[in-house]
């Protein structure tokens, strides 16, 4: 037992100050600093609002996304895309029959991506972000194109996901945009309430209160248009800090408070009970990205097993890929592919490692553990997952450089995949692990939020939704674009 006899109280290194209280004006709020938060906040303020962010973060760091992002999905109206923004939506909406189209959120939100999101990646360009291969390190290779110099991922054949070559530092470079346009930032402070004409449940939103999580002082705010964007309930299921960290695939500090405060103030809930199961929560799992893997970041890496036998790739129809390039490509007769069988409907599943690989490694013809092999690939592709897609996934720059700094060589080194029951060999980040089944995540894709509109308001006059805030979640470019829509549509909002 630990001796505390001579241990002294740290004292709390911040001045508090719970009798303070200030007043705040502001045309925009905007609740929840984020990639959405941010995007948000740039663009109300690009229209001449006065705008205010309110985080109970770092904004420079805050967020899902405040890591970085090495894909962009959705970026139907690059030049180089072979799919438009309209077909794109009818494809998915016919593959998925749901509300929700994955990581690509609801109907509407994914349609409001498929048309703005290359906009939203130009956007952090100008303010920065290198997106391109302008130092032609991948010249030649077949998912760059050679005279935009944008890069690929996944289907190499209509090109509508962007591989973002600088996507660590992207929070930095919107933080720095927000200052250019003189935002107001408000870093920890909790927003606690929405605040509504006369107090009353369902009234027009005028506002929001908050709360300095380092001094106590309490603040309200006055906005003429407000807009959630603090993400959905992720952190509610594994308390323990020591089960987070590397180990959690969204912040851990996302606790859901913008939809109680939604719901509070009279905003109607959609699709409330929808959850998705917590596998990519709390210590059963791995470093995210951190292990072998073929899937999403690390696609279509080879893998062999523990006596260097390749498992083989196989498109939607089982018809083996005898190529590395092959697997960047729909199948005969196929529109395009979504990255993630078996999740994906028959029309956009894309290749795959053999379905049957659970069986085979149980009948001893596969014997584990496996290993990405690296070595194995192109060196186009080899450095292109270990060098350009790891470094600027996010939460993921930490791997890259302990391991680098470790010895790991992606040109000799091969990184073992975790050993597991066989029927986890299916599709799956193999770095999930196996959490608890009552772990859940509530809305990366799947779960439920405010309804919103068109303009992306919520039932309530005055409230906008952004992000993972909307039902059915999203991804990072999700969030980008569905924050410069509401952004915009809050700032009109507010000159009526």
């Known amino acids: 037992m630990m001796n505390t006899e001579n241990l002294q109280a740290m004292e709390w290194p911040y001045p508090v100050d719970y009798e303070k209280e200030n007043r705040v004006k502001a045309d925009v709020l905007v609740l929840g600093g984020g990639i959405a938060g941010c995007h948000a906040a ?35 109206t690059n030049p180089c895309s072979r799919i438009s923004p309209e077909e794109m939506v009818e ?31 130009l956007d952090c360009e100008q303010m920065g972000v290198k997106v391109r291969d302008v ?93 959630i964007s603090m993400n959905a309930p992720t952190g509610l299921w594994a308390f323990s800090t020591e089960l987070g960290g590397t180990y959690t695939f969204q912040d ?66 089982g018809n083996v890929l005898k190529t590395v390039p092959e697997r960047y490509r729909p199948a005969p007769g196929q529109r395009m592919f979504y990255y993630s069988p078996p999740l994906s409907p028959y029309d956009i599943s894309g290749p795959q490692l053999i379905p049957d690989l659970p069986e085979r490694v149980a009948r001893g013809e596969f014997k584990l553990p496996l290993y990405a092999d690296l070595p194995g690939m192109p060196e186009h592709e080899r450095r292109a997952l270990w060098g350009l897609m790891i470094p600027h996934e996010g939460k993921c720059w930490i791997i890259y450089d302990t391991y680098t700094r470790a ?25 999930m692990g196996m959490s608890p089944r009552q772990w859940r995540d509530g809305g990366f894709c799947g779960g439920g939020g405010p309804v919103i509109d068109w303009d992306l308001r919520t039932t309530l006059e005055g409230l906008y939704a952004a992000g993972c805030q909307t039902a059915a979640g999203g991804d990072h470019a999700t969030a980008a674009t569905t924050g410069r829509y509401a952004g915009r549509k809050a700032a009109a909002c507010a000159k009526t």
């Not at 010895?407 to 770095?431: H, I, K, N, T």
Request: net charge negative; charged share 25%; hydrophobic share 40%.
């Open 252 to 317: 851990p500090n996302n606790t859901g408070e913008g939809t109680a405060m939604a719901w509070r103030a009279g905003a109607e809930l959609t699709m409330m009970e929808r959850s998705t199961g917590g596998v990519m929560t709390g210590g059963f799992s791995y470093p995210m990205y951190g292990v072998g893997n073929a899937h999403n970041t690390w696609f279509a890496c080879t893998i062999v097993d523990a006596e260097g036998r390749e498992i083989p790739w196989v498109d939607r129809d």
């Open 42 to 76: 740039i663009n109300a303020a690009r229209r001449g609002a006065r705008v205010v962010v309110v985080d109970k973060g770092a904004v420079r760091r805050s967020g899902s996304g405040g890591a970085g992002v090495d894909h962009w999905h959705l970026a139907c």
């Open 407 to 431: 010895g790991f060589d992606p040109d000799r080194d091969m990184l073992q995949v975790p050993v597991m029951p066989p029927e986890q060999y299916v599709f799956s980040a193999w770095w």
């Open 91 to 121: 494809v998915l909406g016919k593959a998925f029959k749901d509300y929700f189209y994955l990581e690509f959120g609801n109907a509407m939100t994914s349609y409001i991506t498929a048309r703005e999101s290359y906009d939203a990646l």
């Open 135 to 227: 130092d032609d390190e991948f010249a030649g290779a077949e998912f760059r194109d050679e005279e935009t110099k944008l890069m690929f991922a996944y289907d190499y054949e209509n090109r509508f996901v962007i591989r973002v070559n600088g996507g660590t530092d992207i929070k930095v470079a919107l933080y720095r945009e927000l200052k250019r346009l003189h935002v107001t930032i408000f870093d920890h402070v909790m927003a606690t309430s929405l605040l509504t004409e006369g107090g009353r449940q369902g009234a027009r939103v005028v506002g929001a209160t908050g709360v300095n999580v380092r001094t106590g002082e309490f603040t309200t705010f006055e906005a003429k248009a407000t807009i």
